[in-house]
């Protein structure tokens, strides 16, 4: 099926650096998701995008829908502890009933 | 505003028992339905999607089913169940097709 390479799998960084995170595909996506899944949680939407080159952010949190509508990223400025989690990319094809997820990327902070 | 709710939170169970997990939405009307399984560190694989009541999509072939007997309820059931079958069960719902809201999850251990 339709897959999303999602990268890095896992981040290991410094409280207060930047953080960048990508999803690509090889299909033409309407619509970028970027969740965020704390342990033992279910994920929590945190930016969702629907036109291309759609720039938007949320706090700290920036992302992008790809101008070729194949890629999006997510950035988080100032990292905080608060943002350890398993973030997803999530895209939905044009006709699609369901929506294709990335393998999500593990986010570790060091104090 | 919507809600979504899942239980029970936690389940164990014994290989070869029957399963049943329950999700409803409330604060929307004709939603589309989706059941998940996650395993430990792993990504989301989506099971089950319903854009209606009594309409199922099945997504992989597996030891598990699905209804929806009333608009906002989606329920996943199992005649019986494997040790494979343990794993974070998560029901997420959408206006539409595009931005999906999920549930806090069922964690289900069989033993």
């Not at chain 1, 998701?33 to 949320?58: C, F, H, M, R």
């Not at chain 1, 400025?77 to 593990?106: E, M, N, W």
């Not at chain 2, 009307?29 to 319903?50: H, I, K, T």
């Not at chain 2, 059931?77 to 097709?97: P, Q």
Request: glycine share 10%; with cysteine.
């Amino acid at each position: 099926g339709q897959q999303l390479n999602q990268s890095p799998q896992s981040m290991f960084i410094q409280e207060g650096e930047d953080v960048s995170m990508n999803c690509t595909s090889s299909s033409i996506f309407n619509t970028w998701l970027w969740y965020k899944q704390d342990p033992g949680e279910g994920p929590v939407l945190l930016i969702a995008l629907y036109k291309a080159g759609e720039l938007t952010s949320n706090g700290r949190l920036t992302a992008q829908f790809g101008i070729t509508r194949k890629d999006s990223f997510l950035n988080i400025s100032a990292s905080i502890p608060s943002d350890v989690g398993i973030y997803f990319c999530a895209g939905q094809l044009p006709g699609a009933q369901k929506l294709v997820f990335g393998q999500g990327t593990r986010l570790t902070i060091n104090p | 505003s919507q809600t979504i709710h899942q239980w029970p939170a936690t389940l164990v169970q014994p290989v070869g028992s029957p399963l049943s997990l329950e999700c409803t939405v409330e604060g929307t009307s004709n939603p589309n339905l989706y059941w998940y399984r996650q395993a430990a560190g792993r990504g989301l694989q989506l099971l089950f999607y319903s854009v209606g009541i009594g309409q199922i999509s099945s997504e992989v072939p597996q030891n598990l089913s699905a209804s929806r007997p009333q608009d906002r309820q989606f329920i996943l059931s199992s005649k019986k169940l494997l040790l494979s079958d343990s794993g974070f069960y998560l029901c997420a719902w959408s206006r539409g097709v595009e931005t999906q809201y999920f549930g806090p999850g069922t964690r289900l251990l069989v033993l």
